[in-house]
T-cell receptor, first 113, second 118 residues
Framework: SQKIEQNSEALNIQEGKTATLTCNYTNYSPAYLQWYRQDPGRGPVFLLLIRENEKEKRKERLKVTFDTTLKQSLFHITASQPADSATYLC????????????FGRGTSLIVHP | GAVVSQHPSRVICKSGTSVKIECRSLDFQATTMFWYRQFPKQSLMLMATSNEGSKATYEQGVEKDKFLINHASLTLSTLTVTSAHPEDSSFYICSLLDGTSGGTYEQYFGPGTRLTVT
């Protein structure tokens, strides 16, 4: 069955360091992958989308990579700040070309001042 | 991106009563909106796809008679939880798709509604 895996353990890092979050998937052939940010008690906010034929996408301090061979995406936040503390969700378009993405559980990031 | 609002943000109701949650698209005409449910530390689970002017499409395992969805206009979808039970307590989030991004589909989410059934 299809599965999206994100580290359930919180990632704790020091302010100014680069945070790297991982999204692994099995039994998918996604056309694209998305990353969202979710703060406690709030709905997710779209951050970045990367297509299957793209290796890397950047937006300000954010960088996403997409390795379809490894079936993995890495999400990087450079020069991290305490305000970056949140849960980050990855989402893949479902098999069969559905435009409705399926979400991972998310990884909590805590940036310490 | 599109702006989505939800009302109420929090609601507490007694077991056996019904609760209506509104989802509004403030600046985007959405023919399709989605309803999700999220339990603590769990992923978003799609409940149903709400289509303007037609019946909603429910995911497997979601009772359509319990979770009534009405998408009466291009800017409003409502979810009514009927005969609520404590196990229906959850965080309900709506979203809409922006299909104008060159063939990819970014979702814009509402702020969510925390339902507690006592």
């Amino acid at each position: 069955s299809q599965k999206i895996e994100q580290n359930s353990e919180a990632l704790n890092i020091q302010e100014g360091k680069t945070a790297t979050l991982t999204c692994n998937y099995t039994n998918y052939s996604p056309a694209y992958l998305q990353w969202y940010r979710q703060d406690p008690g709030r709905g997710p906010v779209f951050l970045l989308l990367i297509r299957e034929n793209e290796k890397e996408k950047r937006k300000e301090r954010l960088k996403v990579t997409f390795d379809t061979t490894l079936k993995q995406s890495l999400f990087h936040i450079t020069a991290s700040q305490p305000a970056d503390s949140a849960t980050y969700l990855c989402a893949l378009d479902s098999s069969g070309g559905s435009y409705i993405p399926t979400f991972g559980r998310g990884t909590s990031l805590i940036v310490h001042p | 991106g599109a702006v989505v609002s939800q009302h109420p943000s929090r609601v507490i109701c007694k077991s056996g009563t019904s609760v209506k949650i509104e989802c509004r698209s403030l600046d985007f005409q959405a023919t399709t909106m989605f309803w999700y449910r999220q339990f603590p530390k769990q992923s978003l689970m799609l409940m149903a796809t709400s289509n303007e002017g037609s019946k909603a499409t429910y995911e497997q395992g979601v009772e359509k008679d319990k979770f009534l969805i009405n998408h009466a206009s291009l800017t409003l979808s409502t979810l009514t939880v009927t005969s609520a039970h404590p196990e229906d307590s959850s965080f309900y989030i709506c979203s809409l798709l922006d299909g104008t991004s060159g063939g990819t589909y970014e979702q814009y989410f509402g702020p969510g509604t925390r339902l507690t059934v006592t």
